[in-house]
């Protein structure tokens, strides 16, 4: 099997006469960790969501595993084995943790969103449930209703549920967006913890995040790829320093 999960190439997405998503390409290797970063107006996003079938590109293709996801809907390319988490946690509030995890579950049984199925046939699933709340850290707040969880605890209640629906490919969407620096950690920390067997995509902000967990960072500005590579390289790159930071390296060298 090739070492490239999904391939994209000559993506663009125009909204009328703007151009979010200029011809970027992008080769996601199989089990890394891959980043993509930018300013604000970078059209992170914007890619976020093509590659999450959200929107549909204006042109370019996009291959999974060899096959053409280009035109396919979100709910096909779940069922492919590619899912997505939201900047906004995207959880059940008024049902526990367990309840929560248990209805990612029921899809592998095919009866997902079956919420009349008999208790003792939803009690089946209770083990792997907690088996995926520990592995997240969740296993002691099972029976926790999730609106009562801590902001990061939802976190990775949200990271839980995804890990239920058995993803090959993880797309995660700001996972530490709007938390205090003790919450960074742990959500660090458990992504970190979690990758084993899968890959996982990540558009994140914070780039203490990204300089820990990625393998490679793509770097958008103005919606086309400005720079690639690790992060000790990226983040050196004159041309990400001035898109982040307004200044060319040549201003830099002549402040020091």
């Known amino acids: 099997m090739s070492d490239i999960i999904l391939d994209v190439r ?3 997405k125009k909204f009328g006469g703007f151009v979010a998503v200029n011809d970027v390409n992008l080769q996601i290797e199989r089990g890394s960790i891959h980043a993509i970063i930018g300013p604000n107006g970078a059209g992170k996003t914007t890619m976020f969501n093509l ?3 959200f929107h549909r590109p204006t042109s370019g293709t996009m291959r999974f595993n060899g096959t053409d996801i280009t035109n396919k809907r979100p709910a096909e390319i779940a069922n492919m084995g590619i ?3 939201f900047q906004i946690s995207a959880v059940f509030p008024h049902l526990t943790a367990l309840e929560n995890v248990r209805l990612a579950l029921q899809r592998g049984l095919g009866v997902s969103y079956h919420f009349w199925r008999s208790h003792k046939m939803l009690r089946d699933l209770d083990a792997q ?3 995926r709340l520990d592995q997240v850290g969740l296993k ?3 029976h926790i209703r999730a609106v009562e969880l801590p902001y990061g605890r939802k976190r990775a209640l949200e990271i839980a549920t995804t890990l239920g629906l058995e993803p090959e490919l ?5 996972p530490t967006q709007g938390m ?3 919450d960074v950690g742990a959500v660090t920390e458990l992504i970190g913890r979690v990758r084993e067997g899968r890959t996982i995509v990540m558009v994140e902000h914070n780039l203490g995040v990204v300089a820990e967990l990625a393998d490679t960072i793509t770097v958008l500005a103005r919606g086309e790829v400005l720079a690639e ?3 000790a390289e990226v983040s050196r790159n004159p041309a990400v320093m001035e898109a982040y930071m307004g200044v060319s390296a040549d201003e830099t060298e002549e402040d020091a």
């Open 83 to 85: 899912v997505r988490s």
């Open 129 to 131: 449930a907690i088996a």
């Open 140 to 142: 002691s707040f099972a």
């Open 180 to 182: 205090g620096a003790e």
């Open 51 to 53: 590659l999450t079938k």
């Open 170 to 174: 993880m797309l995660l969407d700001e």
């Open 229 to 231: 590579g690790p992060y």
């Open 10 to 12: 000559n993506l663009t």
